[in-house]
Nanobody
Framework: QVQLVESGGGLVQAGGSLRLSCASSGSMFDINAIGWYRQAPGKQRELVAS???????SYADSAKGRFTISRDNAKNTVYLQMNSLKPEDTAVYYC???????????????GSQGTQVTVSS
């Protein structure tokens, strides 16, 4: 079973940028789609962005125009570039292996530890 490990989180001021990485223990070619979720304390988990094996991305409204998801299959890594960060982006970010049903991303994989992103005002 493929395992995903996130990195790149940290503390940043509002307006700053971070790039999160999601490294796979196996080949990315074996994963149909990758999704980045986030969960802030007391809030529901939110799908932020996803990308299919062809590199086609999808974004939540909260991420459009600020976040960019990309995948490098040769490096078995998916990235989430986050710009113009806001305090409300503060959360633990998780990457997941999944698939699409039509245009809707889904996953049953929430086994990773995630990476903390904290945006100060």
């Amino acid at each position: 079973q493929v395992q995903l490990v996130e990195s790149g989180g940290g503390l940043v001021q509002a307006g700053g940028s971070l790039r999160l990485s999601c490294a796979s223990s196996g080949s990315m070619f074996d994963i149909n789609a990758i999704g980045w979720y986030r969960q802030a304390p007391g809030k529901q988990r939110e799908l932020v962005a996803s990308i299919n094996n062809d590199g086609h991305p999808s974004y939540a409204d909260s991420a459009k125009g600020r976040f960019t998801i990309s995948r490098d299959n040769a490096k078995n890594t998916v990235y989430l570039q986050m710009n113009s960060l806001k305090p409300e982006d503060t959360a633990v970010y998780y990457c997941t292996a999944g698939d699409y049903s039509g245009s809707r991303y889904y996953t049953e994989d929430f086994g990773s530890q995630g990476t903390q992103v904290t945006v100060s005002s």
